[in-house]
């Protein structure tokens, strides 16, 4: 068996130095590098004692450190916004003893099809803030669309503004601690006034994520009483690979209907 170097940094300046290693990695909760093995890995960067675990809310900015777990993030926000989409979504991931070791940081540069976190952070518009080879704070979108930002560089958190918002997500699941076939994601306004920037999103689907921007442009501007709920699903713009007894067509199918229910429980109840 291959022994692997292990390093344990605990200032953020000695890590790119260890990312231009051939073969090496940073490893958050480990569930992830567990998963995939360690084939093409010749060693690990732990990031456990970096400053990387905080938490912060700041003049209506939320600040994560990519060490924070599942756990601890979902127990700080529920403090801030008990009802925020990242407590729903989160919240309904693997199981505790998981959540206790599954990080933000490792959550981001993996992104499997069945993430509970990225459609949620795409969503909201959300930052990453790297160093390494790219030395910059990114789109998560854009991250999540461009491999040649997660080799060479080390997440060091993520942050978005806290608005208030209505929100709506569903994960397709067959049991409570299965992997999503997808994730649905909707963030609106109040229904009391007209729509301004819905953000509706789909993860694991093709593509790994949608934004569904033809649903959105439609949604734009118009009140909850001139929105047809059933014909706004016409506007979904997405498709699937086919996954475990789910053809694609099943799988948009499902979709659609989701996304029905969501802007049927935001719009109208
Ligand atoms: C049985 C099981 C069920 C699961 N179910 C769900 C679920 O329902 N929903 C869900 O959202 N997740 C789920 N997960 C978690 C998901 O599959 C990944 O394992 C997890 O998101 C990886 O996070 P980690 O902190 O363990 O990353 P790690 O395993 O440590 O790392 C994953 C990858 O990211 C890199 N990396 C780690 N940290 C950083 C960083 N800060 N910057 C850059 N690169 C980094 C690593 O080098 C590696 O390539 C499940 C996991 C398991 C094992």
Redesign the pocket.
Known sequence: MKELEWFFPEDLAHVPDLLGLKGM????????????GTGR?NG??D?SRLP?GYFRALNSKIEIG??Q??SELIKNIRRIDPGHILVKA?G????TP?RN??????????F?P?????GPLIALGADVS?IGKNKNNVNVAEYASNRDL?KG????GVSFELKSRLSYYY?E?RTS????AFTVTILLNKPDDAIVDPRVVISGCTGRFKRLDELEEYLKGKSAREIDVTGAVSFLNVDFPSKKNMTPEYLKHLAGVQVERGLESLLKG
Do not use: F
């Open positions: 990695v940073p490893h958050g909760g480990g569930t992830g590098i567990l998963k995939s890995i690990l960067i990031l990387l990519a060490s777990t599942y989160v309904g991931s693997a199981n998981l070791r599954i990080t933000v940081g490792g959550s981001i540069a993996l499997p069945w993430s509970d976190l990225m790297l997660v560089n080390l997440i060091t994960r699941s601690v299965d992997y999503p």
